[in-house]
Every structure is written in structure tokens, then in C-alpha cells.
């Protein structure tokens, strides 16, 4: 390092002015640390607002010149343009030309991101460049005009093309290539840059040079995978440019590197710090209960959709018509496409006491695109302030989330839900090249809320919010793209119209669903194929389909009951359960006919016939033989303490019908099994009368009347046991040979 710059340092430290230095000094009365960056925006997008952002967060001055102006340059994300932005400048630039120690700075006004302070940078201007006036960013293409690039000059490492985006330098200097030349609106900016940077005498005469190496500038654009986030000791994130071991300070998603662009901007301008988490979560919060004390809460329009085959309706709305926000303050927008669904939507609709209801059951007039545009209008045509957009996989079990994301305040805010234990969410961390799911390198910490905060993403589903001053812009939108489904089509649209949707996970807002698979189940005729979810929505099914009471049995020093020797009796499955497995064995139908010949098992013979269906006839074998090995297992392992064997096995297990009319009861026998149970399916006294099982050494009869209640014992040798006659109606249990 030169003496000179070692002075320059210490002049900024000390806020003195003027030093003489030959090469980088301020002069005409210039401080060390002026410094004023210039972009060009005609519109204020979520881009610029990120810029403007990380101006204030480092406190730089950045004006912005063009705002309101109508844009004549061109869509310069697929073709050359952006003229305009030179003349723009130009104007802009205009009072500052004179003053020879001002340093300026231009950078795009959509896709930048400041990570520094003035003082840094033109620290890395002077350290840098000390020979130069003027610095652009650099990139590894040639654009627009490749046959350029045999003209530039060589460089030893690193970048070798002129970008346009990000420049440094003199205010004269800069003026003067500003006016060169006259340029259209239409024209290409870049091209009008490169050009005289590759005129040798005007590359000299204003001493221009590159960033190859990322020292203050980076462009992204073909460098996605040289830029990684990096925390200093402070916390702040850093972009760390591996390729070159640099840190730019100055970052552009240029072409079409605007995802990365996104997913830096969630750390880079203090927005997260690793210290402190989120930075700029709050910075919009909005009292939503000072509003509700006030006055009204916002409307809102809470729009439904079913439209694929999705589980758990039931619960899903049972969160819906819980959320805490007034029913007056919330028009439903309800399309429901399944038939499977229509029970549940309809329980719903009647229950509920909105301030206004759009609801169509099941329609092949219009598509789920159409359902879905409907909502943005209805939404505008009830002058809303928020269209609330909920699928039926999104469990809102947070009763608070419409307050909570409202209180956000931000244009697109999402929840973010996920399935689970399970990776699986309703947002993406980032794109893949054909406008896929692609994993980001913090999606895991962000799933599993290791990492706090709001996320720009560039798809999310499910559920989000979009307010008003968004809404009429995104009509169209789940027509944008034809080839995808709505959703994707919708963030297809928001990321082209550069509308930033936010994923937020400061708060635990619900859970998504499952709801690949269920499709097939529908498919096969199920009366309630939910019940086969237990291995893609175990929570969900155990909390319908368990006994409410069976988590008890487990707890340590809990007494089970045992009526008879060896015999013990648990709660096991819900009512639920039980009728809707004698509805789906019903629906089914095909009871076996009570003969010793049985074409089901494997001799063809069974010594004890019952009337019964197996559980592989329903296609259930796999999902009760998993419900024995982790609901009935540990409970066999706690009161036949010492026997292990895991997992369980049974190729017994089936549902049994008494009735007097076909077959009443059993005679007395051994079980094929280690272990069995019997849970009992429905109501005695209600549904018929008599049944029990007798235990003959004992001479003990249990009377199996507890609805869900199973009974646990040895299969043989001391549990001989019968079924006692059933005198009236239908008994139904259902039976599981354990361990053979
Ligand atoms: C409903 O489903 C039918 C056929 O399955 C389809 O043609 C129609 O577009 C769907 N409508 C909506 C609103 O999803
Ligand atoms: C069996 O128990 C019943 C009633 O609990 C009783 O009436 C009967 O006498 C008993 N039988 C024998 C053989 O002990």
C-alpha cells in the first residue's frame, strides 16, 4: 500500500478534509467520504424498494432519477435496450459534472443490493484502483454484441466483459462518457458503454478500467455459484465471491440471475443478521389490535379452493371456523371441485356467518384458473383490502394467522407451513432452470426454524395474503402460464413483474397436508379413505382415528385394566374408527361364509370359522399391521413385560360379524397366535345384545362393551376362550392374530 492511501484512510477516520495525495484525492472542497449513488427507476418496484433499503441501512445517499417517467427502453431482460437510463443520468448527473473529487456511483435500479457504507466503498475505490477514474463491474459474457469480445483488452484473472449495471468513478469523467454520444431510449446501454471502453484512447484519456475480481462489484449472472452468504463477527452477511476470495459490496442479479439476486437480498443489506436474526421483519409491523380497538378490522376476502383430492377437510375447516377475525370482516370465496368433499364443504357453508358467501360446489364450466382469477375479483369487487387465499391442504391451526401476516404488513406474505417431520413445505427456496423446485442452501434451516425470519421465494402455495394495493395487478395471473397449475403460473407471474413474495416463519401458523397420494385412495372407491393415511399424515390420523384415551395406557405407573387372568382390556381406537371400518367392511360386503373350507388362507381350511372379512380384502393389511406395531406393540411390552418382538407380525387380522340370523357366536378355541386382540366396533344395547367372550380355565366372561376398547391375551394353551351368542342386531369386532 502507498503512503498516500494510508493518509486517505486516516483522513476518513478523522473526518478531516483534504489531503494531498496525488492520485485519489478529493478536491474542490470535496470530503474524503462524498460519495453519491445515482440509479434510474421509472417504477417503484419491491426492487427498488430493496435498494433504496440498503441505501438507508448503510446510511448512502442514493438519488433516484426518473421515477414516474414512462419507460421507452425496452424489457432488457430479453432484449438490448435501456437507452433511456443514459439520458436519465445524464440529467441527473448534470449539476455535479464540475466537481472533480466527487466520487458517483451508478447502479440498476431493480436488481442491486448495497452491503456497505460509503466510507468502504471508496476505500475499495482508492486500495483498488488508484490509477483509475472510472471502474465497471465486470462479467464473464459478452453482451449484446459477442463479436466485441477479441477487442477487449486481456486481463490476467477474472472477469473480462464490461457491465453496464454497476460503474464508479469522477463525476466529470462519468459525465463526459455520458455525453459522448447522443443515444435513443431504445438503444442499448451496455453496447453504448462498451463501446467507448474499447476505444483505447477514451479507455485511457479517462483512465476506465474493470472490477475482474469482485473488489466492489458484483454481477451474478453466470457467478451464481462463486457468491456465498457469510457472516462477519458482528453478524452482518457478507457476499463472499469464493472464486476470487473477495467480498463485493455492491451486488447485481443481472440476466438471469435475479433468483440468487432474491435469496442473497434475505441476508446481504442488513436484512438477517446472524446475531440477531431478522432486521427488516418489523420494519412495516402494523398493530393489528390497535386497529381492531379503533375501529374495523381490514375486509378481507378469504378464498377457499379444493380442487384435487386433498385429506382432512374436516379438520382443515374446523381451523377455518376458528380463526380469530370477525365473521363481518371476511367475505367467502369458496370453490370446492371434489366429490369426496362435498359432505364436508356443506357443514361448513351452513355453519358459517360470513359477510358475504361465493361458494360453487363442484363446476366443469370453469377451471381452477378461472375459480382462482374469480377470487381476485370478487375480492376487488367487495373493495377488500386483502385477498386471504387458502388451499384445503393448509391446516391454519394458529388461530391468529390472519392477524398475524395482516400485522406483517407487507404487499404478498405467506405462512410458511410444512408437513410434519417432513422437509416438504409450501414454498421453494429456489428455482430450478425450467421453473422448478430447486432446494436453496438455508431452505432446510428455514423449514425447521433454525433460521427466523421473512424469505423472498420464488414460489410459494398453500396460503398467503396479497394486499390491496398489490391485488389489481395480479389480475391475469393464474393465466399467465397455461403450462403450469395456477399456482406456479401465479409466481411465475409475480417473479416476471418483479412483485417479491415473502415466506414468513416468525411465527407457527399451521401445517400442510399430505395430499399426493390421496388421490388414490378416492380412486378406489373408499368410503373414507382416510383412514389409510396413517403413514402420510400420521399426526392428522392419529388424532381422529385413536382413542382419545389410548396415550394414557402408556404413561408410567398407569394401571390397565385386566378383568379376567392374563386378560387385559385399553382404549384403542375412536369411534370414528370403529364406524367407519364397519362402513368400509359393509361397502365392501363380501362376508366369508362361516365354512371350514376358506380359499383366503393358505391350507384352504379354518378349524374355527366366522363370518369375517380380512383386512388385505379392503387393502388395509399394511396400514392396521403398522397401527399393531405402534399402537399395540408397546402396549403388549408393558403388561407382558419381558416379550419382545418387533416389528409385530400377523397374517390374521380381520373384522368379525354376529348376528343371531347368520352367525351368533363362536365356539370355544385356541388362537393361532403369541397374542391377540379383539377391538370391539360398536355399541352394546344400542346395536345388538349380548356377545362377550368367555375364558374357559377361568370361567371368566368379559363383556367387550366399551366402544374402541380392545382386549390383549395369550392366544394359547391357557386362553381357551368362546364368543358368547349375540341376541339381537349386529356385533362387529375386529380381530388380530399377533406374532404366530
Ligand atoms: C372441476 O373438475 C372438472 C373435471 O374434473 C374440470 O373440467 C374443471 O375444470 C374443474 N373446475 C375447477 C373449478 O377446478
Ligand atoms: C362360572 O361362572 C358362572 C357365573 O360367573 C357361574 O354361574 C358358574 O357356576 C361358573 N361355572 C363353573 C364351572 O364354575
Avoid at 98 to 110: C, I, P, Q
Avoid at 271 to 288: F, Q
Avoid at 386 to 409: E, M, Q, R, T
Wanted: net charge negative.
Amino acid at each position: 500500500m502507498k503512503p498516500c492511501n494510508l493518509l486517505v484512510l486516516v483522513t476518513i477516520a478523522s473526518s478531516l478534509a483534504l489531503v494531498a495525495c496525488e492520485l485519489a484525492k478529493p478536491t474542490d472542497g470535496e470530503k474524503a467520504e462524498d460519495l453519491l449513488i445515482f440509479t434510474v427507476g421509472t417504477d417503484e418496484t419491491d426492487g427498488l424498494k430493496r435498494l433504496k433499503r440498503s441505501a438507508e441501512q448503510f446510511n448512502v445517499k442514493l438519488i433516484v432519477a426518473g421515477l414516474g417517467e414512462k419507460w421507452n427502453g425496452g424489457d432488457t431482460r430479453y432484449e438490448a435496450g435501456g437507452g433511456q437510463k443514459i439520458r436519465i443520468l445524464r440529467d441527473a448527473l448534470e449539476p455535479y459534472k464540475d466537481r472533480s473529487g466527487l466520487l458517483v456511483m451508478f447502479v440498476d435500479a431493480y436488481d442491486v443490493i448495497l452491503n456497505a457504507d460509503a466510507k468502504e466503498m471508496i476505500e475499495r475505490f482508492h486500495e483498488n484502483f488508484e490509477n483509475n477514474r472510472v471502474v465497471f463491474s465486470s462479467e464473464g459474457f459478452c453482451w449484446p454484441d459477442k463479436t466485441l469480445a477479441a477487442k477487449y483488452p486481456l486481463v490476467k484473472f477474472g472477469k473480462r466483459y464490461l457491465n453496464s449495471g454497476l460503474f464508479m468513478g469522477y463525476a466529470p469523467e462519468i459525465y463526459k462518457i455520458l455525453t459522448v454520444r447522443k443515444i435513443q431510449d431504445s438503444d442499448d446501454d451496455q453496447l453504448y458503454y462498451t463501446q467507448i471502453y474499447l476505444d483505447d484512447k477514451m479507455r485511457t484519456d479517462l483512465k476506465m478500467t474493470l472490477d475482474s475480481m469482485a473488489r466492489i462489484f458484483q454481477n451474478l449472472n453466470g457467478a451464481e455459484e462463486d457468491v456465498e452468504v457469510e457472516f462477519d463477527d458482528s453478524g452482518k452477511a457478507l457476499a463472499h465471491n469464493v472464486a476470487y476470495n473477495t467480498h463485493p459490496v455492491v451486488i447485481h442479479g443481472n440476466g438471469a440471475s435475479k433468483r440468487y439476486l432474491d435469496y442473497l437480498g434475505n441476508y446481504l443489506g442488513n436484512n438477517w443478521n446472524s446475531k440477531t436474526g431478522c432486521v427488516a421483519c418489523n420494519e412495516h409491523k402494523l398493530n393489528v389490535d390497535a386497529l381492531s380497538n379503533g375501529g374495523q378490522l381490514p375486509l378481507v376476502t378469504l378464498a377457499i379452493f379444493i380442487s384435487r383430492p386433498i385429506p382432512f377437510l374436516t379438520e382443515f375447516f374446523a381451523h377455518i371456523a376458528r380463526l380469530d377475525y370477525p365473521a363481518d370482516r371476511l367475505h367467502l370465496y369458496l370453490h370446492n371441485n371434489e366429490t369426496h368433499a362435498e359432505k364436508e364443504v356443506n357443514e361448513f357453508i351452513a355453519a358459517s356467518a360470513y359477510e358475504s358467501t361465493n361458494f360453487v360446489q363442484r363446476s366443469s364450466e370453469i377451471t381452477d384458473r378461472q375459480a382462482k382469477e374469480g377470487a381476485i375479483d370478487y375480492c376487488i369487487a367487495q373493495n377488500c383490502d386483502y385477498l386471504f387465499y387458502v388451499d384445503g391442504d393448509a391446516h391454519l391451526s394458529n388461530p391468529n394467522v390472519l392477524k398475524l401476516l395482516i400485522s406483517l404488513n407487507r404487499p404478498f406474505v405467506a405462512p410458511i407451513l410444512s408437513i410434519p417431520a417432513k422437509l416438504f413445505s409450501n414454498f421453494w427456496g429456489a428455482l430450478s432452470p425450467t421453473g422448478f423446485y430447486a432446494r436453496s442452501d438455508d431452505y432446510v434451516q428455514i423449514v425447521q426454524g433454525e433460521r427466523v425470519g421473512q424469505w423472498n421465494s420464488p414460489f410459494v402455495g398453500g396460503a398467503y395474503l396479497i394486499s390491496k394495493e398489490n391485488l389489481a395487478q395480479f389480475r391475469g395471473a393464474y393465466m399467465y402460464n397455461t403450462l403450469f397449475d395456477a399456482d406456479m403460473s401465479l409466481c411465475q407471474f409475480a417473479r416476471d413483474n418483479g412483485l417479491f413474495m415473502l415466506v414468513d416463519n416468525q411465527n407457527y401458523y399451521g401445517n400442510l397436508v399430505a395430499a399426493d397420494d390421496f388421490g388414490d385412495e378416492v380412486q378406489r372407491g373408499r368410503l373414507y379413505p382416510e383412514m389409510w393415511e396413517i403413514f402420510e399424515n400420521r399426526q392428522l390420523w392419529e388424532a381422529r382415528y385413536l382413542h382419545p384415551e389410548y396415550k394414557q395406557v402408556l404413561v408410567e405407573g398407569a394401571e390397565i385394566e385386566q378383568p379376567c387372568p392374563d386378560v387385559y382390556d385399553f382404549p384403542l381406537m375412536s369411534e370414528r374408527f370403529c364406524a367407519e371400518m364397519i362402513g368400509e367392511m359393509e361397502h365392501f360386503g363380501k362376508w366369508s361364509n362361516g365354512k371350514n373350507s376358506d380359499e383366503r388362507l393358505a391350507g384352504g381350511y379354518e378349524n374355527v370359522p366366522t363370518r369375517d372379512i380380512h383386512m388385505n380384502q379392503i387393502g388395509f393389511e399394511r396400514q392396521w399391521l403398522y397401527m399393531l406395531d405402534e399402537f399395540v406393540r408397546p402396549v403388549q411390552e408393558k403388561i407382558f413385560v419381558g416379550y419382545f418382538h418387533s416389528p409385530v407380525e400377523a397374517n390374521m387380522m380381520f373384522v368379525v360379524r354376529y348376528k343371531p340370523e347368520e352367525q351368533a357366536s363362536l365356539r370355544p378355541h385356541h388362537d393361532a397366535s403369541t397374542y391377540s386382540i379383539d377391538v370391539s366396533l360398536n355399541r352394546k344395547d344400542i346395536d345388538y345384545e349380548g356377545g362377550g367372550v368367555r375364558f374357559i380355565r377361568y370361567n371368566c366372561t368379559l363383556p367387550c362393551d366399551k366402544l374402541g376398547w380392545s382386549m390383549i391375551f395369550p392366544g394359547r394353551l391357557t386362553h381357551m376362550h368362546e364368543g358368547l351368542p349375540t341376541t339381537r342386531g349386529t356385533r362387529y369386532i375386529a380381530v388380530s392374530f399377533l406374532n404366530p
